[in-house]
């Protein structure tokens, strides 16, 4: 929804309207388990995606309207998956295809395994695997204001990547590490332009990086986690840092249950700097996105078994930070919420 009213900066300038879309979809799975060590998994996807946009405004330049008729984009889709895992080795095959009534037909998959010749380990595992990506209908056609930010001429993305990764279980499970080099290729990735105002493609691009996590139970009531991520994704053809790609990720997580109905929890992020891009004075510009620290905390009690009281406090130290440059994020937050369990209180 648009909804922008003249001010004493912008006595000229306003804006209302909206863009509204639909998206449906119909699936069926099914399964075969022809035993413990295999299973067999096939299914039909059918989605149908529909969106309008109707917008009136003014401008130092006069009046505008900016619209387009309901247009609809439907996808067809069948996938097959084989898991077959045993306590040596094991691998999951997949495969996908896509009949998109505008870009045509795509198919993608991935296979992926593990071989742990001990039981105390380690684990080492290996994947690759293909993906395609078609542009919405706001990435083809939308509008904002008076200007037309979707861009008939998009074409679907595509992706290949491959990893490598090693698990580790130490004092009977009690303590698990990991750790996962990746690399992904995309060709005709889907960005956001600042110099054209629109959606376009970038002809080749990178993401390489490695991530590792630990969690461990130092006793039955407490569980903590952490985990570290880098990722270099770049522009292939300019060698520049793809934009609102956070370099550094740390997170952890607390989960505490000091009596039996009862659990605390606190978790949070920290990201590294990044880049984002404006068009300022006729040109593009670079800024920085600083680090930013989110914190947030929580508590379950469950009152019953099919009742349960929950508590969330999310930026509870009221970190300020963009994600997208000139864009706020949430401030401190607080939520209370019931939940109600129907199949609990039926099995009683």
């Known amino acids: 929804v648009y909804d922008d009213d003249p001010d ?10 909206d863009y509204k879309s639909n998206l449906s979809k119909l699936s069926w799975q099914g399964e075969f388990t022809p035993d413990l060590a295999n299973r067999m998994v096939a299914g039909l996807e059918y989605q149908d995606e529909s969106g309008k946009s109707d917008i009136t405004g003014s401008s130092d330049f006069g009046p505008y309207q900016d619209e387009f008729d309901r247009k609809t984009l439907v996808t067809r889709s069948a996938f097959l998956l084989w898991d077959y895992h045993q306590q040596p080795y094991g691998f999951l095959a997949g ?25 105390l380990g380690p684990k080492f595992r290996a994947g690759i695997g293909a993906g ?32 490598v990764g090693l698990d580790q279980q130490l004092f009977d499970g009690k303590l698990k590490l990991s750790a ?6 995309y060709s005709d990735l889907i960005v956001w332009d600042n110099l054209t105002y629109a959606y376009n493609n970038i002809a080749e691009a990178r993401a390489d990086g490695w991530e590792a996590a630990v969690l461990a139970q130092p006793i039955p009531s407490l569980d903590l986690n952490g985990s570290y991520t880098f990722v270099d994704a770049r522009d292939q053809e300019t060698g520049e840092k793809l934009i609102r790609r956070w370099g550094e990720k740390y997170g952890f997580g607390l989960a505490f249950r000091p009596a039996q109905k009862i659990e605390l929890n606190l978790w949070g992020i920290h990201r590294g700097e990044t880049e984002d891009q404006v068009f300022e004075m006729f040109a593009e510009k670079r800024v920085k996105l600083d680090p930013y620290t989110v914190v947030n905390a929580g508590a379950k009690w469950q009152a019953r078994d099919d009742l349960a009281l929950n508590f969330r ?14 864009y706020g ?14 199949e609990a209180k039926a099995g009683k």
């Open 95 to 119: 495969g996908r295809a896509d009949d998109n009534e505008q870009f045509g037909n795509y198919t993608t998959g991935d296979f992926s395994g593990y071989l742990e010749p001990f039981k």
């Open 329 to 342: 994020t949430m401030p401190q937050t607080f939520y209370l919420g019931v939940s109600y369990n129907l």
């Open 8 to 17: 004493q900066a912008h006595p000229n300038n306003s804006m209302d309207g």
């Open 313 to 326: 406090a999310e930026n509870i130290f009221n970190e300020e930070y963009y994600e997208v440059y000139g």
């Open 132 to 163: 395609f990506k078609a542009p919405s209908l706001f990435q083809l056609y939308g509008t904002v204001g008076e200007f037309q930010v979707g861009n008939p001429e998009l074409v679907p993305e595509q992706s290949r990547s491959w990893e």
């Open 180 to 185: 996962t080099y990746f690399e992904a290729r």
